[in-house]
Structure formats: C-alpha cells, structure tokens
C-alpha cells in the first residue's frame, strides 16, 4: 500500500492519532516529513482552514491549502469544500495566537506536492489504485487518487452495463479501487468496469429458471435490456408498460456464452430507488494489462488494453 492515500483513510490509524497525541510527537513528526491527517473545523474570512488535532489547533493558510492556489489554478472552493472533512498535511513550524496559545502551522500544499512527485507521478498506465469519491456529475465521477489529488472515471468506464449519472454506482465518501486508464501531461483518466468481471464471470452467478432482480436500462422496439449485476445484462421479451430506471424481477430463459447473451422474460416492475453499495471486485492484482470481457469462444470480441 502507498503512503500517499486518499484523505480520510489516515485520519483514525494509530500511528496518525499517536502522532497528533502531544507537542513532542507532533515536533517528530515535523523532522520525519510525515504526512498527516486531521480534521479542517472552520476556513476564515481569508480562507485560511482551521484544523482540529485534539489537543492543538492548525492552520493550513489559503496559499497552502492545494497544489495551484498560489497560481489561480485552482478555486478557493477547493480549500472551502474541506471543511469538516479530513485533510492532510505536514507540519512546517510553530506560532501563536493573540491568547498567546501554540498553534501548528501546516501545509496540505506541500503533501500534495510530494504525492505528486513520489507516487502519481511515477504511476503507469493499468495499475490498479486506491481512489475514493469526491464528487459526482453527469459525465463521470471524481476521485482522490492521492492527498486530496483528484482523478476522473468517465460514467462509460465505470462499469459495463449502462447508467444514466454515476450515483447509481457510487456514492460521496466511497472507497473503491481503479485502474490507471491514460496519463496526459499529468492529469490521469482512470477506468473501474474492468475490476468487476468478465460476461462468463458475472454469468456464473446466475442459472436458466431462476427468477432474479435486476434494472431496466434501456428500451427497444425488440424488448428492454436489463442489468443483472454492474457488469452483465440481458435482453427480456417485450413488455407494455416497462420504463427506464425500474426495478425489474426477470426469469431466466437461457444463458448462451457464444453469443454473450442472456434471454429474459420481465415479470414484473417496481420503482427503483439508488442505494449503492461498496463494489465487488473480482481481479484482484495491482496491475493489468489487458482485458477480455467476452467469452473466449464467443462471436464478438470485447477487450481493454492498457
């Protein structure tokens, strides 16, 4: 595991809480360079965060507070939106406030930049991260790669049945793995669908005669596709009445590998509420090369390079 995580998998390690214990371990910490976690509890009219470490407050100045503020690059909101969240950063001295109380002066800027230049920048393409969920819009979803360090999963990377906004894969706060899709001058694309099984894999889950859950994803003129997990669908007969986003309870007709295909007869529907749950990942390396979604015998051919 690198020792550049996403923010908030530090925060409640022993190790960080030892570090933030006293004045002592904090001045250790401070000569060791390491990176620590805490929680920002207020950023000032001059957008300077204040940070909670227990038994001594912090504060990460607005010119500190991300990689690209000192140069109009990156918008206040970045430093903003950490409030009550966690945040990391190094310790780069002392001073004291107007009650003459001691108050670390830290950096999340310099974390960030030894993220970048130690782990990001030496990352290539197919290796297999940790990432966790900062936001999300209507073209993808963004994660912290690193420090704060955000990365973009395009919705079509994020897994091989279709969704209309990547909430129906992920929530804010999530944790998730992904795979290092492009490296473009620095700014990285990162890939999810290939981490949750092949057709044959998912396939194997489910047997002809079963009647299962599944979401309609789409709706022809021939029948309506449905999900039956991220990464599998199947096609049920025509049905009057079925829309997109529904709730489905479908019978398995057939499952045909050659053709990657499963057949489905759509018993009913109910509406369709987002509760995504942490992902179930089937490769389990740290790096991967390529990958073949379809079956070895079938027809047509589905395959990540990286």
Excluded at 140 to 160: K, M, N, Q, R, T
Excluded at 165 to 185: L, T, Y
Excluded at 234 to 262: D, T, Y
Aim: net charge neutral.
């Amino acid at each position: 595991m690198t020792d550049y995580l996403p923010e908030g998998r530090r925060i409640d390690t022993y190790e960080n809480l030892e570090q933030l214990s006293s004045l002592k371990s904090l001045n250790d910490a401070m000569r060791d360079g390491k990176i620590l976690e805490a929680r920002a509890t207020v950023c000032d009219q001059s957008h300077n965060l204040i940070v909670d470490q227990g038994f001594m407050k912090g504060i990460i100045r607005r010119e500190e507070g991300a990689i690209g503020i000192r140069e109009g690059k990156v918008r206040d909101i970045a430093v903003i939106s950490r409030v009550n969240r966690p945040v990391c950063f190094v310790v780069k001295g002392f001073t004291k406030d107007s009650k003459g109380n001691n108050i670390a002066v830290l950096s999340r800027e310099e974390a960030q930049l030894r993220c970048q230049k130690n782990y990001i920048s030496k990352l290539k393409t197919g290796d297999i991260i940790d990432a966790k969920i900062t936001h999300l819009e209507n073209f993808g979803a963004f994660a912290d790669i690193g420090c704060g360090i955000v990365a973009l999963i395009p919705i079509d990377s994020i897994s091989v049945s279709r969704i209309e906004h990547p909430r129906e894969r992920f929530s804010v706060g999530m944790n998730i793995k992904a795979i290092v899709k492009s490296i473009d001058g620095g700014r990285i694309s990162l890939s999810h669908k290939e981490l949750l099984g092949t057709w044959e894999e998912n396939a194997s889950k489910f047997t002809p005669g079963e009647t299962v859950a599944g979401i309609v994803r789409s709706v022809e003129s021939y029948g309506a596709f449905v999900e039956l997990c991220p990464n599998l669908a199947g096609l049920a007969e025509s049905k009057e009445g079925v829309k997109v986003g529904e709730q489905a309870s479908v019978f398995i007709k057939s499952i045909i590998p050659e053709r990657m295909k499963i057949k489905l007869i759509i018993i009913d529907t109910f509406k369709y509420e987002y509760n995504p749950k942490e992902p179930e990942y089937m490769y389990q390396g740290n790096h991967i090369d390529t990958f073949l979604y379809s079956p070895e015998n079938c027809d047509k051919t589905v395959i990540s390079t990286f």
